[in-house]
C-alpha cells in the first residue's frame, strides 16, 4: 500500500503542473504543443494565441513555398538541361522558345556536327539530346494517357445513357 506522502507528493505535483497552464484553455495548451511552443513561456491566453498564430503564418509561408518548389521543379529543370545543351553547342534560345523547336535546332547542329566531323563530343551531346527527349516525352505522356482515359469513360458513359 502506498504511503501517504507518496500519494501527497504525486498530488502536489500534479497541482503544480496545473497551475502553470491554468490560465491557458485546454485547446490553446494542445495547439502550443502541437506547435513546439513551451507552455511555461506563455503567460496569458492572449500572448499564447498569438504565438499560436505567428507560429502557424511561417508554417504555412514555408508549406507554401516547399510546394511552389515542387511543382515546377521538374519542368524548370528540364527547360535548363535543355538550354544547357543548347548553349554547349553553340545555340541561342529565348525564352518564348517552345520546347520542341529547341531539339529541332540541338538535332539540325548535331547533324551539322556530324557531316563536317566538325565535333569530337558529337556522341556525347547526342546521347543527352536523346536523354532529354526521353524526360520530355515521359513528363507529358502521362498527361496524354489521363487525357485518353477520361475520354474512354466519357464515351462509355454517353453510350450507357444513350446520348
Given at each position: 500500500?502506498?504511503?501517504?506522502?507518496?500519494?501527497?507528493?504525486?498530488?502536489?505535483?500534479?497541482?503544480?503542473?496545473?497551475?502553470k497552464?491554468?490560465?491557458?484553455?485546454?485547446?490553446?495548451?494542445?495547439?502550443l504543443?502541437?506547435?513546439?511552443?513551451?507552455?511555461?513561456?506563455?503567460?496569458?491566453?492572449?500572448?499564447?494565441?498569438?504565438?499560436?498564430?505567428?507560429?502557424?503564418?511561417e508554417?504555412?509561408?514555408?508549406?507554401?513555398?516547399?510546394?511552389?518548389?515542387?511543382?515546377?521543379?521538374?519542368?524548370?529543370?528540364?527547360?535548363?538541361?535543355?538550354?544547357?545543351?543548347?548553349?554547349?553547342?553553340?545555340?541561342?534560345?529565348?525564352?518564348?522558345?517552345?520546347?520542341?523547336?529547341?531539339?529541332?535546332?540541338?538535332?539540325?547542329?548535331?547533324?551539322?556536327?556530324?557531316?563536317?566531323?566538325?565535333?569530337?563530343?558529337?556522341?556525347?551531346?547526342?546521347?543527352?539530346?536523346?536523354?532529354?527527349?526521353?524526360?520530355?516525352?515521359?513528363?507529358?505522356?502521362?498527361?496524354?494517357?489521363?487525357?485518353?482515359?477520361?475520354?474512354?469513360?466519357?464515351?462509355?458513359?454517353?453510350?450507357?445513357?444513350?446520348?
Amino acid at each position: 500500500m502506498p504511503s501517504i506522502s507518496a500519494i501527497t507528493s504525486i498530488l502536489a505535483s500534479n497541482a503544480s503542473t496545473s497551475t502553470k497552464g491554468a490560465n491557458l484553455s485546454e485547446e490553446t495548451i494542445g495547439k502550443l504543443l502541437s506547435l513546439g511552443i513551451d507552455i511555461e513561456s506563455v503567460s496569458s491566453e492572449t500572448e499564447a494565441k498569438k504565438l499560436i498564430e505567428e507560429a502557424e503564418k511561417e508554417k504555412k509561408s514555408s508549406n507554401d513555398e516547399e510546394s511552389d518548389k515542387k511543382d515546377t521543379t521538374a519542368e524548370e529543370n528540364l527547360y535548363n538541361d535543355i538550354k544547357n545543351l543548347a548553349r554547349k553547342i553553340g545555340i541561342n534560345v529565348n525564352k518564348s522558345e517552345n520546347i520542341e523547336d529547341i531539339f529541332d535546332k540541338i538535332s539540325q547542329k548535331l547533324d551539322e556536327f556530324e557531316e563536317n566531323s566538325y565535333n569530337s563530343n558529337l556522341n556525347v551531346f547526342q546521347s543527352e539530346l536523346d536523354i532529354l527527349k526521353r524526360q520530355f516525352k515521359n513528363m507529358y505522356s502521362g498527361e496524354s494517357s489521363i487525357l485518353s482515359a477520361m475520354d474512354m469513360i466519357s464515351k462509355s458513359n454517353r453510350a450507357a445513357l444513350g446520348i
